[in-house]
């Protein structure tokens, strides 16, 4: 067994895209085309692409873009005005001149302008920032602002401590409004249009909105028609979505349209990704599970009536890339059409009476696409992955226009790394068939036996592999563990998003299972043909729900899963996020909910744990964890645990030393490996990076 610790810290998610060169392209749209920032050969290169004249040449800047350049504002479609948050209120900057009015004057604490309902408080703070930009939508013609009010004066107080305030002085108290699942009181918006020219502001009438965390009540599932504002409106049980129609001059509010269902209605799988668009005129592309797959359907967004269904299939619209109004023709990214991989996204096209579907992309690539805000052509990232991302411009009948990069992967393929291995296996029901990825070790000798590791992910709005090149959220743990000498397994258990109603709602009011029995099926499958898979030496390790599902691993699996890191953990659902409790768990009652906490786990934990908090956690507070603590020496289990005492959700400033103890807890209590004295050097906070990607 090999331990690579210096490829496995180059592996980790902060450095593992500085070893492909030239990976996948972010367009800098101009009105003309669009420049892009790739490192090649080690150093930062610009480019400027014309895809109609069919050119890329170097540059040696970026365009300017819209606006000041804060990107804690959003910037009017025609560039002139900004609007900015001060304090509870909205306020409108003149990009010309700098100049700056209140749009609204009322806000106050708990009760202010497009703010959002779910608190990143400490982790903002840390980096520097003092909020999030405002949650508006600019009309088309850059007169009005969409935004909401958020009344969160009736919702439970929750606390922190923070024991080191910067100074070193006494410890402070922070509070925020954190509902559970089952208050009485919730978050509430009301939607407001704001006149930037005569300073009206006109309320949508009726009830307030319930807010959740992950469900579509949020300002990006609204938008702006020709002359009225349309949003989507969801009940606390999820078991219905209505699309409203708000007149920007009286506020009066009209049903449009509303669908039900025995479970949940979503508009995405994917938790709040958009599939809903509404085309030119009068007519609305509507996502939809009803006929057991996710599909378009156009309606009359006037009169609410259904005028045809456009896609159909065993297979499910991913997103809508492009409507062309004049050919009568929607684009979109679909999954479930490469046999090989459900996951993989095929560029498609169809005619919106339903007729004329083909893939524009005929092959078994996954793709990753960027539309051009014109419609008139896209900028396609094509790889799997074993197959390095090759990025072009094309046009909508697949046409190459521009060829932009071609990665090199020769400093990844240095350190060790080899592509995952994609598998199909049998979930636990012995029927449904799943897939996953294997990463192996480094310089694998398929006569050697290597420990194996798992690491689950229970939220049933996001995958746990990624189905391209780039590893995603989870690869990069999984690639490092990989470096260190263990066989991971990564599975996409029932109840994860991207295929059939039926596989996503295997997760419905299922959020005690975690999926963990299809982890299980699935590794001890796979090991019946690979003897090089030693099912003595297993572990499990995730974070946030992630550290739920391990100790529900442990708990449910003792004598499977020998030892365990479990980080950041909602371990006790009934007093987490009222939206992650109801959303997975609800609506139900209060046995209902106990059956998603681990706590009546802790006795029947029998591998070595490890358990990590950050002390400043505002996502999932630090109590999750202690709670649990005290369950285990209640009954005098041995375990270890570490407090990072500043340390938020993500623990970001201290991953060098959490990430050392995760390594060093696996190798010794799974692999059976005296830990070595390695250090792994600690990454500063890069402003400017977290501050491009906020923008």
């Excluded at 610790?5 to 895209?17: G, M, S, V």
């Excluded at 700056?100 to 009760?111: F, I, V």
């Excluded at 296996?425 to 990825?437: K, N, P, Q, R, Y």
């Amino acid at each position: 067994m090999k331990l690579d610790l210096q490829a496995a810290e180059a592996l980790l998610r902060t450095n593992r895209p500085r070893l492909i060169d030239a990976g996948k392209i972010t367009p800098l749209w101009t009105d003309d085309g669009f420049a892009y920032q790739v490192t090649r050969d080690g150093e930062d290169k610009l480019y400027a692409v014309d895809p109609i004249a069919r050119t890329r040449t170097r540059t040696e800047s970026l365009p300017a873009q819209p606006g000041t350049g804060d990107f804690l504002a959003v910037v009017s479609p025609d560039g002139k005005h900004e609007v900015i948050r001060r304090g509870p209120d909205l306020w409108l900057r003149t990009v010309a001149d700098g100049t700056e009015r209140p749009l609204t004057t009322d806000g106050e604490t708990d009760n202010d302008y497009g703010t959002n309902s779910f608190s990143v408080d400490v982790l903002l703070g840390k980096i520097g920032i003092p909020h999030l930009p405002p949650a508006v939508v600019w009309s088309p013609d850059s007169t009005r602002v969409l935004t909401h009010q958020l009344d969160r004066r009736k919702v439970r107080e929750t606390h922190l401590i923070d024991v080191l305030p910067e100074g070193d002085g006494a410890p402070q108290l922070l509070t925020q409004r954190y509902a559970f699942p089952d208050d009485e009181h919730l978050p509430e918006q009301r939607y407001v249009v704001l006149d930037i020219t005569s300073g009206t502001a006109v309320r949508a009438e009726g009830e307030p909105q319930l807010v959740g965390v992950l469900s579509p009540i949020t300002i990006e599932w609204a938008w702006w028609s020709e002359d009225a504002v349309y949003f989507m409106e969801q009940p606390r049980d999820q078991r219905s979505l209505t699309l409203k129609r708000l007149d920007p001059r009286t506020g009066a509010v009209q049903e449009v349209l509303t669908e039900t269902g025995d479970t949940r209605i979503e508009p995405n799988q994917y938790g709040q990704e958009a599939a809903v668009t509404q085309t030119a005129g009068d007519e609305l592309l509507w996502y939809s599970q009803r006929d057991g797959w996710p599909h378009l359907y156009r309606y009359d967004v006037r009169a609410g009536e259904l005028l045809n269904q456009v896609t159909s299939g065993e297979w499910g619209v991913r997103r809508i890339l492009h409507v062309d109004e004049t050919e009568r023709v929607v684009y979109f990214l679909a999954v479930g059409l490469v046999a090989d991989s459900p996951y993989r996204q095929s560029v498609c096209r169809v005619n919106l009476d339903g007729t004329g579907f083909a893939r524009v992309l005929d092959d078994d690539l996954h793709h990753d696409v960027s539309a051009a805000p014109n419609g008139r052509y896209f900028v396609d990232t094509a790889s799997t992955v074993a197959q390095a991302p090759v990025s072009t411009v094309r046009s909508w009948t697949g046409e190459l226009l521009v060829e932009l990069e071609q990665a090199d992967v020769t400093r990844l393929l240095a350190t060790g790394w080899q592509p995952p291995e994609e598998f199909r296996a049998l979930a636990a029901d012995g029927v449904t068939e799943i897939f996953g990825l294997i990463h192996k070790p480094h310089d694998f000798d398929p006569t050697a036996s290597y420990p194996v590791l798992n690491s689950p992910y229970p939220g049933p709005h996001i995958n746990r592999t990624a189905p391209g090149y780039d590893p995603g959220h989870f690869g990069p743990d999984a690639e490092a563990f990989a470096a260190l000498g263990f066989v991971v397994v990564a599975v996409e258990g029932r109840g994860t998003p991207g295929r059939s109603k039926q596989f996503h709602d295997a997760s419905y009011r299922q959020l005690e299972t975690a999926g963990i029995v299809d982890h299980v099926a699935a590794i001890k499958e796979l090991a019946e043909t690979r003897s090089w898979m030693d099912l003595d030496r297993v572990g499990v390790y995730g974070m946030s729900g992630g550290a739920f599902a391990t100790v529900r691993a442990m708990g449910e699996f003792p004598e499977f899963f020998k030892a365990g890191v479990a980080e950041s953990g909602n371990l006790d659902n009934r007093v987490y996020l009222q939206q992650w409790g109801e959303t997975y768990a609800g609506p139900a009652g209060e046995q209902d909910y106990a059956e998603v906490s681990e706590l009546d786990l802790a006795e029947r934990i029998e591998g070595r744990l490890l358990l990590v908090h950050g002390g400043l956690d505002d996502n999932v507070q630090p109590h999750h964890t202690l709670r649990f603590v005290e369950r285990l020496i209640a009954a005098d289990k041995d375990f270890d645990l570490l407090i990072v005492p500043r340390g938020e959700h993500v623990l970001l400033g201290y991953e060098h030393h959490v990430v050392r103890r995760r390594w060093n807890h696996l190798l010794q209590h799974v692999a059976g490996i005296t830990p070595p004295g390695y250090r792994l050097k600690a990454t500063p906070i890069d402003l400017e990076v977290i501050a491009k990607m906020m923008g």
